[in-house]
Every structure is written in C-alpha cells, then in structure tokens.
C-alpha cells in the first residue's frame, strides 16, 4: 500500500473536523474523496501534507510514519498538494513559476553539488532537460501558449491548471488535488479530466477531492465519502454514489 | 543594464585619476562601504522579504571585534577579520532560528531583530573595560598590505578608495552569485508566497536562515573595514537610526534590484554634502525622502529608469 491512513482524527479546540478517518491508497489509482461543505475534505488533504498536524491516528507513507512532518518534507517524499484557491508567486511568469517548482528535481540531481553550481552556473545537461520537462509538463496541462505571461494574467481555469503543472514537475508519487475543477467552467472541466487522464498515464496516483459529484464519477476508481468528517461509505465510486447514507447527506433525508 | 554597469565599475576605477581631492574620496569611500551595506541588506530585505533591524547591530559587532583584537589585543587585521565574521555568523544563526522557527513575518520579525539588536548594543555601551563605553574607541593603526617590496600601510585617500571599491565588488558579486543561482529562486518563492514554496519541496527555514546568514555575515565584512577608516568605533555603530539610514538607501534605490541599493546609497551619502545641512535637518530631509518614494516610485530611482524605457 502506498498510502494508509488510520484513525486519523483532528480537532480546533472544540471542532472536530476530521474523525476517526481510514483508508488507504494503492499505487496507480485514482481515489475520489467528496462530501459537502464542511465536510473534512481539505482537512484531510492538508493533515496529508503536512501542513496541518493530526491530534491523533497515523499517516503511513510507503511504511514510515509522516504524521508529523513539515510540508517541505512530506513534498520530498513524493507527495504534493495543489490548492482550491490557486496559489502564485505574484509577477512571475508562467515558466518562472514552473521553473521554482523545479527545485526537487535539481536537489535530486545534484544533491550537494548545488554548491559547485553557485560558483560555476548550472550543469548545461540538466538546464536542457529542466526545460524539456518544463516544456512537456505545460503541454500536458494546454499551458504552453502562455508560458511568458504572467501568471496572474492567466484565467482561473489556467492559474488550476498551472498550479497541476506545478505540482507534476515537483514529480509526486502520489499528486493531492483540492477540488481542482471548483470554479471551472464546462469546458475547463473537460479539459483537466483530459489532462488528469494523461497525468495517470505517466504513472502518477491520484487523489482527489471534489463536491462534484459527476466529475469524480467519471474519473474515480474509488471513492471515499465524507460528512461532518467522518467516513460514511467508501468503495467503487458508482457504489458510493449510489449509497443511501451519501444521498442523504447531499439533499437531505426527503430525498434518499 | 549590464553594460552601464560595466561603465559605472570602470567609471569607479578610473575616478580617482581625475578627481584628487580628499573629500570627494572620502565621500566615495564613505558611499561605497554604505552600498555595501545596503546591497547585503537588500539581499535580506529585497529579495527574501524579511525587514531585518539586525543589520546594523552586524555590522556594529564586527568594527568592534576587528578594532579590540588589533588594538587592545595587537592581531594582525586581516586574521581579526575571521573571528569578527564567525562571530557575526553564530549570532545571526541564533538570532535567525529563533525568529524563523516561530515564524515571525514582517512587522514582528523587524521588532524582534530591533531588540536583540538593541541588547547588543547596550552590552557594548556598558562593557566599559572591554569597548571604552559611549566614548567608544580611537583607531589609530592602519591595515597593511603585503607587497613583493614589503609591507604597505594601506592610508590615504586614493587606497582605502580601491579597498572600499574592492570591497563592494565583493559583497555585489557574492549576492549576484546567490541570486542567480537556485537559492535565488527559492529565496523568491519565499518572498512570493511560502506556504506555496513549502508545498513545492522548499525548506523556507533554512534558505531564510541562510539568506539572513549571508547577508548578515557580509554587513560584518563592511564593519570589519569601517572602523579602520573612520578612525573610531562607538555604540552608535549598531543603532537603530543607522539601520535606518540602510533601507532608506534601499528603497531608495530600488529594492528588487541589485544595482539600486548601490545608487541610493551614492545619493544619501552625497547629499548631505552637496547641500550643507546639519543633522537634525539631514535626518528630516531622509525620513521626507522616504515618504516620498514610498508613496511615489515604490521600486525606487531604478523602477523609475525601468519605467521610462519601457514607456519609451
């Protein structure tokens, strides 16, 4: 398993918003969390991070327990996160942006070398095959047209997609994405299910959360959903969807 | 840019052929060991996003260490130059951990480095039999330099003119080599947005840490010298107003940039003396100069070149 999350549980002061959560993702799956607001979604995302730190149960990552680990590290690790709301480095270009993102891949590389390269530039070969998997990685996400803008120029749509290429060139094992098709228009949405297909034919697993019911449908291998953050079903998503205790939760009790 | 630059060096080390006269030297040398402070500082301040009050306490701690190992203690100055420098760096890694690791930000990060800056200098003020107190220390001897020929006592003008300027190539070239490289970059994801940076991979702790450090260790390079020309050290060093003096430099200049700091601090080290003032006027006319370009040229007189080319 490459994930396995048990028992996770996390309070603010009298809130709990996640509770008693479990489940586990294997590697090459597509695993879709929804709920309505207020769920524990990105509750849950971010105690994956890293960025928030459980008051109880464990987050295994490959067998080592990552509970408590700083963002920078669960990322090194392999495991990225994209935001709801578009994250950007203000004044930035698309490709400066894509360029920060690169910093995993030189660290990997040359490890401490980097310190050579403040005296002597950087290695000619990895400048020409940063900017190769720069290039490919915009592909991918329909960013390539627009690499010189500035990033805050982009749509909404384009500053998501952005903040997916960001996250692939940091090269998880396993990318995080936070409701990536709120805000999204019908084409949008068309397109990132596009590239979130492609993205897992290059070997990435994801997990993804949405209140969108009919995107993760589509996409989504299984499904785990959340209300009041705890699990209330989880399975194949057609299933979950089907679940009279998921239905329940969305429309209310007159409807199930 | 990079040709004006090359002009500006060239223009540098030509000037003294023209201009003999001691107290235009002595401004120069003066501008260009405050532009060595301000395009260190910059590198803190600019290009990380994180206001420093430290710099001149840095500084400060240095011109004192250098001044008592050779004066009291008889070091040569180019060896007191070490001690004074790790020193600089362990306090700046002390102070930087602390600030850093409790995540302070902008306007709690700069009053936190006002006080330990503040502690140092009273220390200094009242280690009487070590610092000589308020009346700090006279200088006397002079660095030598080794020659084929000898020894050569490094006095007079037109000397401490190319050390100084030897001296900021130093401090210019160091933060040019850092921000060029992948820290710049890391150091600009800090300054943007660093919970982004921290999810992309960026250890934001130890590149602000290390930007702080580098910056903080190269104001201790220019304090080493200052006193030397000066021909005294005081408390005064380390005080709050003179840290001032360094972001007014700064934004002045033009805080994106590199060059910027350089050109402030030129223009805030002359003025003074192309308009006679005397210091309560000279300190109302800098704090009216700041007002002013914060509100009106925010990137400072390079924005404002920036600007008018991209217009024209």
Request: glycine share 10%; with cysteine.
């Amino acid at each position: 398993m490459l994930l396995d999350i048990r028992n996770l549980t996390k309070r603010f002061g009298g809130l709990t918003a996640v509770s008693n959560v479990s489940f586990g993702i294997e590697r090459g799956e597509i695993i879709g969390i929804f709920g309505p607001n207020g769920s524990g979604k990105t509750t849950t995302l971010s105690l994956i991070a890293g960025i928030l730190v459980p008051t109880d149960g464990s987050i295994v990552w490959k067998g080592k327990d990552i509970s408590a680990v700083p963002p920078f590290e669960v990322a090194q690790h392999g495991l990225v996160k994209t935001f709801q709301n578009p994250q950007l480095f203000p004044e930035l270009t698309v490709a400066q942006h894509m360029r920060i993102a690169c910093h995993l891949h030189i660290k990997r590389a040359l490890g401490f070398g980097r310190v050579w390269s403040l005296f002597g530039g950087m290695p000619a070969e990895l400048n020409g095959t940063l900017t190769r998997k720069i290039d490919q990685m915009l592909e991918l996400c329909r960013l390539a047209d627009k690499r010189n803008e500035e990033a805050g120029a982009l749509s909404y749509g384009g500053e998501k997609m952005l903040g997916v290429a960001m996250g692939m060139v940091c090269e998880p094992e396993l990318l995080l994405l936070d409701e990536p098709a709120s805000g999204l228009g019908h084409d949008e949405i068309m397109n990132l299910d596009a590239v979130l297909r492609d993205l897992r034919t290059h070997g990435v697993t994801l997990c993804i959360i949405d209140h969108k019911v009919g995107f993760l449908g589509r996409l989504a291998d299984r499904s785990i959903a959340l209300h009041h953050g705890a699990v209330i079903a989880t399975g194949k998503t057609a299933d979950v969807l089907a679940n009279e205790a998921v239905i329940e939760a969305y429309l209310g009790k007159k409807h199930a | 840019m990079r040709y004006a630059i090359a002009i500006g060096l060239l223009a540098a080390l030509l000037a003294p052929l023209i201009a003999h006269s001691d107290s235009v030297l002595a401004i120069a040398i003066y501008a260009f060991m405050a532009a060595s402070l301000a395009v260190s500082f910059n590198l803190i301040f600019g290009f990380t996003g994180q206001l420093s009050m430290f710099h001149a306490a840095s500084f400060g701690v240095s011109a004192y260490i250098v001044t008592i190992l050779v004066t009291t203690f008889g070091w040569n100055f180019w060896l007191a130059i070490a001690p004074a420098l790790a020193v600089v760096l362990i306090l700046s890694l002390i102070v930087g951990t602390i600030c850093f690791r409790f995540k302070l930000k902008e306007f709690y990060f700069a009053v936190v480095t006002m006080a330990f800056s503040e502690v140092l200098r009273l220390i200094i003020l009242n280690w009487n039999g070590m610092t000589n107190g308020s009346l700090g220390i006279t200088v006397v001897d002079r660095p030598s330099l080794w020659t084929p020929i000898g020894n050569v006592a490094i006095s007079g003008g037109v000397a401490w003119y190319y050390l100084t300027l030897a001296l900021l190539v130093v401090v210019y070239v160091v933060c040019h080599g850092v921000l060029s490289s992948w820290i710049g970059r890391c150091l600009a994801a800090i300054r943007l947005n660093d919970q982004l940076g921290e999810t992309l991979g960026i250890d934001v702790f130890k590149y602000k840490l290390l930007s702080f450090a580098i910056g903080s260790v190269l104001a201790g390079l220019v304090g080493a010298f200052y006193g030397f020309y000066s021909g005294f050290v005081e408390p005064h060093y380390l005080s709050i107003p003179l840290g001032l003096d360094i972001i007014a430099m700064v934004l002045l200049g033009g805080v994106g940039s590199l060059i910027g700091p350089v050109i402030g601090a030129f223009v805030l080290t002359a003025l003074p003396h192309v308009i006679e003032l005397s210091a309560e006027l000279r300190i109302a006319l800098y704090g009216s100069i700041l007002v002013f370009v914060i509100l009106v040229m925010p990137k400072g007189i390079v924005g404002l070149i920036g600007s008018k080319r991209n217009a024209a």
